[in-house]
């Protein structure tokens, strides 16, 4: 569900998971810390600035049942309105 609803959403991830972690890329959101602003909506996510080959604008996710990953593509999206833009 998770990778289905953040592709309709416009996020880029990265490569087929085979594991239960995603790696969505957030540049298209223009914030300087998606990171914080996810935690600030109550969301744990891991920066991806170590990892080779991605970078700061690349977030990983643990895959959630359901109602938590469609809140989190929520929270996701909402970032984008100006209200969450407000950086």
Known sequence: FLIGALAAAGFEVAGRAQTPFVLVDVSSL???????????AGFAVRRCA?????????LRLAVR???????????????????GQGR
Do not use: C, I, K, N
Request: negative net charge; charged residues 15%; without cysteine.
């Open 50 to 58: 170590s990892f080779p080959g991605l970078g700061p604008e690349w």
């Open 30 to 40: 223009g914030l300087d810390s998606a990171h914080m602003a996810l935690a600030s």
């Open 65 to 83: 049942d359901e109602p938590t990953s469609s809140a989190f593509v929520d929270a996701l999206v909402g970032l984008r309105s100006p209200q």
